[in-house]
């Protein structure tokens, strides 16, 4: 690293400073919406009523953009992976900072590499991809959370259903009492109701929001009931006592299979780490396999890097189906 051309430092140094200035105009223009806007937001936040309510606000180019591109099945997908991820940006936000990421990412490689074309196109890769990658964590990292609050949410539903409150009072309940993520997305669903919106779609909405099974048998029997009657508090009670038998069993799993999946995640990243430090540290030896003294042999090496990059891929693969068990 210390014979690194001050320039690339340079440029990975603007790099970083290009992405800050995108996440501050980001950020400026989501604060200078109105307060009406701010509040309205709070109550639409998935809806189609926010899109328009929030518009006015914006930018000519930025609201021409929108309507060409919210009706696409990317824009709608952009849209369904930030809310379930609780990431506050709109799609349009979204693609600036990813852009950022990608050019930020390109410039880190290209300056470490110091100016090879390998790293630069790993950095490129990496800088596109770590957003997305970032929101399937917080995915999932959100069900796993909800899942396991999932049984606590229902006893205290069946206790409030017992004591004369109304479905809707049952989920206020939950609302208030629940730590997050629970709280925060039944208020959404309580907010959703008083405002108008039936109780079917705002559930159908969270259920889009957090895509857990466990959730949708609940919902579904929240919603049979509502059609032909009965009593929800016995349903919801039975539904608990399975579901906490699942989440328990499910952790135990877990438990006893993160080795697995650790040794998967290590064993994959551990040869593609060390190809690239060798590389920067001996460029000539390991260039072999991208330029050999042989021009003959260069697809050979293409080969064998090729081949291996498939065999870490099929192990990663091989251990994570290994440790993931259905229930």
């Not at 290209?110 to 970032?134: N, P």
């Not at 309940?173 to 919106?197: D, H, L, N």
């Not at 330029?291 to 260069?298: I, R, S």
Request: glycine share 8%.
């Amino acid at each position: 690293m210390a014979g690194l051309n001050p320039m690339l430092i340079l440029i990975a140094g603007g790099g970083l400073a290009f992405l800050l200035l995108i996440i501050g105009a980001v950020l400026t223009m989501r604060a200078n919406r109105s307060l009406v806007d701010q509040r309205l937001e709070g109550y639409f936040e998935d809806d189609e009523f926010a899109q328009d309510a929030t518009r006015a606000e914006e930018s000519g180019v930025q609201a021409h953009l929108d309507r060409r591109l919210e009706q696409t099945s990317w824009w709608e997908k952009i849209s369904r992976d930030l809310a379930r991820a609780d990431v506050r940006l709109k799609p349009l936000e979204y693609v600036f900072v990813r852009i950022g990421l990608t050019a930020l990412g390109l410039l880190l490689g290209y300056a470490i590499g110091g100016g090879s074309i390998l790293f630069t196109v790993t950095g490129l890769v990496l800088g596109y991809y770590s957003l997305g990658f970032f929101l399937k964590w917080r995915q999932k990292r959100r069900v796993r959370m909800f899942n396991d609050q999932l049984p606590d949410l229902l006893n205290l539903m069946v206790n409030g259903l017992r004591a004369g409150y109304s479905t809707l009072q049952a989920l206020e309940a939950v609302s208030r009492e629940m730590p997050y993520p629970v709280s925060t997305e039944f208020r959404r669903v309580v907010q959703e109701v008083q405002i108008g919106i039936p109780l079917e779609v705002a559930l159908d909405n969270l259920l889009r929001r957090i895509p857990s099974d466990d959730l949708d048998l609940v919902i579904t029997a929240i919603n049979i009931q509502r059609e032909v009657g009965g009593n929800l508090a016995d349903v919801l009670e039975s539904i608990s006592d399975t579901i906490r038998e699942r989440v328990k069993l499910k952790g135990e799993i877990r438990v006893l299979t993160s080795q697995v999946r650790f040794s998967g995640t290590a064993l994959a990243i551990m040869p593609i780490l060390l190809f690239f430090i060798i590389y920067r540290i001996n460029p000539s030896y390991m260039g072999q396999m991208l330029h050999p003294d042989n021009p003959a042999l260069k697809p050979v090496g293409y080969c064998i890097l090729g081949t291996g990059l498939l065999m870490i891929i099929a192990g990663y693969i091989a251990m994570q189906k290994v440790a993931d068990i259905d229930i």
